[in-house]
């Protein structure tokens, strides 16, 4: 976060062109996997991840079973292939923390109570990375979830905002994060008004830090609708396949 790089112009645009309260053009898909419970696949600008969800499923090693809901596990892990210097394909530290916020993040959503010593295995796939992997991967994990048919409270939906030369701004990419001055990453859930995840890495006033994070709620609103568009999609695609089978 050194600052030196100019991330807003002079007309007020960031180094994407996108206004400080934008998020990136994001595109979701339900349903891609055909030997996983439940699958999607978020594009966030550059961002490109793939979640699959197996479960309630028995539990291996069963020693971990829970006697009274189901063993939620996350996997976040990003290809080697997913950012500009080959990444070690051996999880990193950071892989280990991020599914781990991850996981906490999901686990308030989800009813783990109906499915007693069973576990719930989310797999986050990042194929390339350009910031914001760990909103992404949540908002993703949610929509597979969803697909699984995984009684939930709610969709979690996740957003960063952060500080790039002064401004407020919604969605970092890759460098806004790195030379920018904050970011905190927020993961939602719209109808139960609820925060699962809220970091913060650099500086920030409570004031911009109450902007920051009003921000992101609104981004996560936007995306909520998104999710909810994309889940949609599928069950109308699913209607008109079996329309056309009974027609023929
Ligand atoms: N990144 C990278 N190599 C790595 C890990 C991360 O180039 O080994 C990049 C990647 O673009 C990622 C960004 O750094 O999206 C920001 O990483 P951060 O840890 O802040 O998590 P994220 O913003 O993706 O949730």
């Known amino acids: 976060m050194s600052g030196k790089i100019k991330l807003i112009n002079e007309n007020g645009l960031r180094v994407d062109g996108r206004r400080p309260n934008e998020l990136r053009p994001i595109k979701m ?13 978020i594009e966030q600008g550059k961002s490109k991840i ?13 020693h971990l079973a829970l006697p009274d ?23 990193s530290r950071r892989e280990i923390e991020l599914s781990k916020v991850i996981r906490e993040a999901l686990e308030p959503a989800i009813f783990l109570e109906k499915f007693p010593r069973t576990s719930i295995d989310v797999f986050i796939e990042v ?29 979690v939906v996740a ?15 890759d460098l806004e994060d790195k030379e920018g001055e904050a970011d905190i ?14 970091q913060m890495d650099g500086i920030l006033t409570i004031e911009e830090f109450n902007q920051a994070l009003n921000l992101a709620i609104e981004g996560c609103k936007q995306i909520y609708r998104l999710q909810k568009e994309a889940l949609k ?4 695609a699913i209607k008109e396949e079996v329309e056309e089978t009974c027609l023929q």
């Open 50 to 62: 793939l979640a699959a969800v197996y479960g309630p499923r028995e539990v291996h090693p069963r």
């Open 233 to 236: 999609a599928k069950y109308v």
């Open 185 to 198: 990453p927020v993961a939602y859930m719209p109808n139960l008004g609820l925060i699962s995840l809220l």
């Open 159 to 173: 957003c960063a905002a952060g500080k790039v030369d002064g401004v407020i701004v919604l969605d970092l990419n």
């Open 29 to 41: 898909e339900v349903g891609i996997l055909s030997n996983a419970d439940g699958s999607a696949y």
């Open 127 to 155: 194929l390339q990375a350009d910031g914001g992997t760990r909103c992404a991967g949540v908002t993703v994990a949610s929509l597979a979830l969803a697909d699984a048919g995984i009684p939930m409270r709610d969709m």
């Open 69 to 91: 809901r189901a063993l939620l596990r996350c996997r976040y892990h990003m290809a080697p292939f997913s950012v500009e210097e080959r990444k070690s394909p051996a999880p």
